[in-house]
Protein backbone atom coordinates (compact mmCIF):
# COMPACT_ATOMS: atom_id res chain seq x y z
CA UNK A 1 0.00 0.00 0.00
CA UNK A 2 2.21 2.24 1.10
CA UNK A 3 4.84 1.90 -2.40
CA UNK A 4 1.05 2.28 -4.44
CA UNK A 5 1.18 5.52 -2.52
CA UNK A 6 3.73 6.67 -3.30
CA UNK A 7 3.56 5.96 -6.92
CA UNK A 8 0.01 7.34 -7.25
CA UNK A 9 1.54 10.86 -5.33
CA UNK A 10 4.41 11.14 -7.76
CA UNK A 11 1.83 10.44 -10.50
CA UNK A 12 -0.51 13.07 -9.72
CA UNK A 13 2.36 15.94 -9.30
CA UNK A 14 3.82 15.29 -5.88
CA UNK A 15 7.21 15.51 -4.39
CA UNK A 16 7.27 13.08 -2.68
CA UNK A 17 10.22 11.51 -0.03
CA UNK A 18 9.71 7.62 0.28
CA UNK A 19 11.36 6.01 3.80
CA UNK A 20 11.61 2.26 4.46
CA UNK A 21 14.76 0.42 7.00
CA UNK A 22 14.71 -2.08 3.98
CA UNK A 23 17.00 0.29 1.28
CA UNK A 24 16.80 -2.72 -1.47
CA UNK A 25 13.47 -2.02 -1.52
CA UNK A 26 14.25 1.51 -2.01
CA UNK A 27 16.33 0.99 -5.29
CA UNK A 28 13.01 0.59 -7.21
CA UNK A 29 12.01 4.18 -7.22
CA UNK A 30 15.50 4.81 -9.26
CA UNK A 31 14.81 7.60 -11.71
CA UNK A 32 11.07 7.85 -11.16
CA UNK A 33 10.35 11.46 -11.09
CA UNK A 34 9.38 13.44 -8.22
CA UNK A 35 10.44 10.51 -5.98
CA UNK A 36 13.22 10.84 -3.42
CA UNK A 37 14.42 7.87 -0.72
CA UNK A 38 16.15 7.66 2.23
CA UNK A 39 16.79 4.49 4.96
CA UNK A 40 14.37 5.18 8.00
CA UNK A 41 13.57 3.05 10.89
CA UNK A 42 10.99 4.87 12.18
CA UNK A 43 11.78 2.46 15.70
CA UNK A 44 14.40 4.79 15.94
CA UNK A 45 13.55 7.99 17.44
CA UNK A 46 16.74 9.74 16.90
CA UNK A 47 16.38 9.28 13.23
CA UNK A 48 13.19 9.91 12.82
CA UNK A 49 13.91 13.63 13.94
CA UNK A 50 16.73 13.69 12.01
CA UNK A 51 15.28 13.23 9.04
CA UNK A 52 11.84 15.71 9.48
CA UNK A 53 14.57 18.42 10.82
CA UNK A 54 16.53 18.16 7.47
CA UNK A 55 13.02 18.93 5.44
CA UNK A 56 12.73 22.20 4.70
CA UNK A 57 8.88 21.95 4.93
CA UNK A 58 6.13 19.18 5.43
CA UNK A 59 2.67 19.41 3.67
CA UNK A 60 1.22 15.90 4.02
CA UNK A 61 2.74 13.20 5.73
CA UNK A 62 1.58 9.01 5.46
CA UNK A 63 2.99 6.78 8.08
CA UNK A 64 2.61 3.36 6.78
CA UNK A 65 4.42 0.75 8.95
CA UNK A 66 2.88 -1.89 10.29
CA UNK A 67 3.31 -5.55 11.61
CA UNK A 68 0.22 -7.98 11.69
CA UNK A 69 -0.04 -10.46 14.34
CA UNK A 70 -1.79 -13.85 14.32
CA UNK A 71 -3.12 -15.48 17.33
CA UNK A 72 -5.65 -14.82 20.17
CA UNK A 73 -5.31 -13.36 24.15
CA UNK A 74 -3.76 -16.44 24.88
CA UNK A 75 -1.37 -16.83 22.00
CA UNK A 76 0.17 -13.30 22.68
CA UNK A 77 3.42 -12.86 24.49
CA UNK A 78 5.02 -9.86 26.06
CA UNK A 79 7.52 -9.33 23.69
CA UNK A 80 4.77 -9.14 20.59
CA UNK A 81 2.64 -7.22 22.65
CA UNK A 82 5.46 -4.34 22.92
CA UNK A 83 6.71 -4.92 19.53
CA UNK A 84 2.92 -4.50 17.77
CA UNK A 85 2.46 -1.53 20.15
CA UNK A 86 5.95 -0.16 19.08
CA UNK A 87 5.62 -0.21 15.75
CA UNK A 88 2.07 0.11 14.72
CA UNK A 89 1.82 2.87 17.82
CA UNK A 90 4.68 4.57 19.01
CA UNK A 91 6.57 4.71 16.03
CA UNK A 92 3.21 6.89 14.80
CA UNK A 93 3.13 9.02 17.66
CA UNK A 94 6.66 10.34 17.03
CA UNK A 95 6.63 10.63 13.18
CA UNK A 96 4.03 13.18 14.26
CA UNK A 97 5.42 15.01 17.06
CA UNK A 98 8.42 15.16 14.62
CA UNK A 99 6.63 16.42 12.06
CA UNK A 100 3.55 18.95 13.53
CA UNK A 101 6.34 21.68 14.18
CA UNK A 102 6.96 22.12 10.52
CA UNK A 103 3.30 21.76 9.76
CA UNK A 104 1.96 24.39 12.31
CA UNK A 105 5.03 26.81 11.08
CA UNK A 106 4.01 26.86 7.72
CA UNK A 107 0.22 27.20 8.33
CA UNK A 108 -1.39 23.62 8.40
CA UNK A 109 -0.64 19.83 6.66
CA UNK A 110 -2.51 16.72 6.64
CA UNK A 111 -1.26 13.35 8.54
CA UNK A 112 -2.76 10.12 7.12
CA UNK A 113 -2.41 7.26 9.99
CA UNK A 114 -2.84 3.44 8.45
CA UNK A 115 -5.21 1.46 10.83
CA UNK A 116 -7.34 -1.07 9.98
CA UNK A 117 -10.87 -2.29 9.77
CA UNK A 118 -10.06 -4.87 11.78
CA UNK A 119 -9.66 -2.97 15.30
CA UNK A 120 -12.43 -0.63 17.38
CA UNK A 121 -14.34 -1.12 13.98
CA UNK A 122 -14.63 -4.45 13.71
CA UNK A 123 -13.33 -7.88 15.66
CA UNK A 124 -11.74 -10.68 13.47
CA UNK A 125 -10.39 -13.76 14.91
CA UNK A 126 -7.26 -14.17 15.74
CA UNK A 127 -6.41 -10.44 15.48
CA UNK A 128 -6.38 -9.55 19.26
CA UNK A 129 -3.04 -7.59 19.45
CA UNK A 130 -2.65 -5.84 15.87
CA UNK A 131 -6.95 -4.85 16.17
CA UNK A 132 -5.97 -3.88 19.75
CA UNK A 133 -2.67 -1.72 18.25
CA UNK A 134 -5.25 -0.49 15.34
CA UNK A 135 -7.66 0.58 17.65
CA UNK A 136 -5.20 2.79 18.87
CA UNK A 137 -4.52 4.39 15.78
CA UNK A 138 -7.55 5.40 15.18
CA UNK A 139 -8.19 6.99 18.52
CA UNK A 140 -5.03 8.47 18.49
CA UNK A 141 -5.95 10.31 14.82
CA UNK A 142 -9.14 11.30 16.46
CA UNK A 143 -7.04 13.19 19.02
CA UNK A 144 -4.66 14.73 17.04
CA UNK A 145 -7.56 15.89 14.90
CA UNK A 146 -9.36 17.50 17.59
CA UNK A 147 -5.71 18.88 18.98
CA UNK A 148 -5.09 20.98 15.77
CA UNK A 149 -7.85 21.45 13.74
CA UNK A 150 -7.65 25.29 14.87
CA UNK A 151 -4.30 25.57 13.59
CA UNK A 152 -4.64 24.03 9.93
CA UNK A 153 -3.55 20.77 10.81
CA UNK A 154 -5.88 17.40 9.12
CA UNK A 155 -5.60 13.97 10.85
CA UNK A 156 -7.22 10.80 9.38
CA UNK A 157 -6.47 7.62 8.72
CA UNK A 158 -7.13 5.05 6.19
CA UNK A 159 -8.87 1.45 7.15
CA UNK A 160 -8.31 -1.29 4.71
CA UNK A 161 -9.97 -4.83 4.65
CA UNK A 162 -8.36 -7.46 3.33
CA UNK A 163 -5.53 -6.09 0.32
CA UNK A 164 -3.44 -8.35 -1.44
CA UNK A 165 0.11 -7.71 -0.44
CA UNK A 166 3.29 -8.80 0.15
CA UNK A 167 2.34 -9.30 4.14
CA UNK A 168 -0.54 -11.08 3.36
CA UNK A 169 1.68 -13.47 0.80
CA UNK A 170 3.65 -14.27 3.88
CA UNK A 171 0.86 -14.83 6.41
CA UNK A 172 -0.91 -16.99 4.08
CA UNK A 173 2.45 -19.41 3.07
CA UNK A 174 2.74 -19.88 6.81
CA UNK A 175 -0.30 -21.63 6.91
CA UNK A 176 0.05 -25.56 6.37
CA UNK A 177 -2.37 -25.05 3.39
CA UNK A 178 -1.90 -21.84 1.13
CA UNK A 179 -4.44 -22.56 -1.16
CA UNK A 180 -6.99 -23.64 1.23
CA UNK A 181 -5.80 -20.31 3.58
CA UNK A 182 -6.79 -17.99 0.38
CA UNK A 183 -9.75 -19.44 -0.01
CA UNK A 184 -10.33 -18.52 3.62
CA UNK A 185 -9.53 -15.07 3.20
CA UNK A 186 -11.34 -14.49 0.26
CA UNK A 187 -14.33 -16.21 1.93
CA UNK A 188 -14.93 -13.01 4.02
CA UNK A 189 -14.59 -10.36 1.83
CA UNK A 190 -18.37 -9.69 0.36
CA UNK A 191 -17.01 -8.83 -3.23
CA UNK A 192 -15.47 -12.00 -3.67
CA UNK A 193 -11.91 -10.88 -4.19
CA UNK A 194 -8.71 -8.92 -2.42
CA UNK A 195 -8.32 -5.33 -2.70
CA UNK A 196 -5.31 -4.30 -4.35
CA UNK A 197 -3.08 -1.30 -2.94
CA UNK A 198 -3.58 0.26 -5.88
CA UNK A 199 -7.36 0.55 -5.20
CA UNK A 200 -6.10 1.93 -1.24
CA UNK A 201 -3.82 4.83 -2.94
CA UNK A 202 -6.24 7.30 -4.36
CA UNK A 203 -7.75 7.83 -0.83
CA UNK A 204 -4.47 8.70 0.11
CA UNK A 205 -3.83 11.32 -2.77
CA UNK A 206 -7.18 12.48 -1.58
CA UNK A 207 -6.30 12.93 1.80
CA UNK A 208 -2.59 14.43 0.85
CA UNK A 209 -4.51 17.22 -1.34
CA UNK A 210 -6.35 20.09 -0.83
CA UNK A 211 -9.55 18.23 -2.03
CA UNK A 212 -9.68 17.14 1.45
CA UNK A 213 -9.81 20.13 3.37
CA UNK A 214 -12.89 19.59 5.05
CA UNK A 215 -11.82 16.29 6.20
CA UNK A 216 -10.23 15.62 9.69
CA UNK A 217 -10.63 13.27 12.32
CA UNK A 218 -12.16 10.09 10.38
CA UNK A 219 -10.86 6.72 9.99
CA UNK A 220 -12.01 6.10 6.06
CA UNK A 221 -13.48 2.66 5.50
CA UNK A 222 -11.91 0.61 2.44
CA UNK A 223 -13.20 -2.81 2.84
CA UNK A 224 -15.21 -4.21 -0.35
CA UNK A 225 -18.48 -4.28 2.28
CA UNK A 226 -16.47 -6.32 4.81
CA UNK A 227 -17.70 -4.16 7.90
CA UNK A 228 -21.29 -4.85 7.17
CA UNK A 229 -20.92 -8.76 6.09
CA UNK A 230 -22.71 -10.87 9.40
CA UNK A 231 -20.56 -12.06 11.66
CA UNK A 232 -20.94 -15.93 10.19
CA UNK A 233 -18.67 -14.83 7.45
CA UNK A 234 -16.19 -13.45 9.77
CA UNK A 235 -15.93 -16.68 12.00
CA UNK A 236 -15.80 -18.74 8.77
CA UNK A 237 -11.98 -18.24 8.44
CA UNK A 238 -10.29 -18.16 11.75
CA UNK A 239 -6.40 -18.07 10.85
CA UNK A 240 -5.26 -21.29 12.69
CA UNK A 241 -1.66 -20.49 12.92
CA UNK A 242 -0.10 -18.00 14.78
CA UNK A 243 3.38 -16.46 13.60
CA UNK A 244 5.49 -16.38 16.73
CA UNK A 245 8.16 -14.35 15.39
CA UNK A 246 7.85 -10.64 15.45
CA UNK A 247 8.79 -9.42 11.95
CA UNK A 248 7.30 -5.93 10.30
CA UNK A 249 5.67 -5.79 6.98
CA UNK A 250 7.64 -3.72 4.95
CA UNK A 251 5.39 -0.98 3.54
CA UNK A 252 6.95 2.03 2.33
CA UNK A 253 4.92 5.48 3.56
CA UNK A 254 4.57 8.68 1.43
CA UNK A 255 3.49 12.65 1.01
CA UNK A 256 3.41 14.96 -1.40
CA UNK A 257 6.51 16.91 -0.82
CA UNK A 258 9.23 19.22 -1.23
CA UNK A 259 7.82 22.56 -2.43
CA UNK A 260 5.80 21.72 -5.02
CA UNK A 261 2.30 21.14 -5.61
CA UNK A 262 -0.32 18.94 -6.87
CA UNK A 263 -1.66 20.07 -10.41
CA UNK A 264 -5.15 21.16 -10.92
CA UNK A 265 -7.43 19.31 -8.62
CA UNK A 266 -4.78 17.45 -6.84
CA UNK A 267 -3.03 20.88 -5.09
CA UNK A 268 -1.14 19.46 -1.77
CA UNK A 269 1.02 21.10 -0.35
CA UNK A 270 4.59 20.45 -0.16
CA UNK A 271 6.90 18.24 1.73
CA UNK A 272 6.82 15.17 3.24
CA UNK A 273 8.24 12.24 4.80
CA UNK A 274 7.35 8.77 4.73
CA UNK A 275 6.80 6.31 7.71
CA UNK A 276 8.26 3.06 6.37
CA UNK A 277 8.43 -0.31 7.32
CA UNK A 278 10.62 -1.55 10.11
Known amino acids: IGRASVLA????????LATDVNEVLLESYRGIAGIATARLDVMDDA????????????DAMFNCAGYVHQGNLFETTDEQWDFSF???????????S?????????????????ASV????????????????KASVIGMTK??????VAKGIRCNCVCPGTVDTPSLH???????????????????QPTGKLATPDEIAPIVVYLASDESRFATGQAFNIDGDQIVMPP??????????????????????AVPAGGASLPAGRRGRTASPAAAGS
Open 9 to 16: LAAEGGQV
Open 47 to 58: AVKRLIDGMDRI
Open 86 to 96: NLNVRAMWKTM
Open 98 to 114: AALPKMLAAGGGSIINM
Open 118 to 133: CSSTRGFPNRFLYGAT
Open 143 to 148: SVAADF
Open 170 to 188: DRINALGDPVEARKMFLSR
Open 232 to 253: SMVNACPVAHRDSSPASETTIG
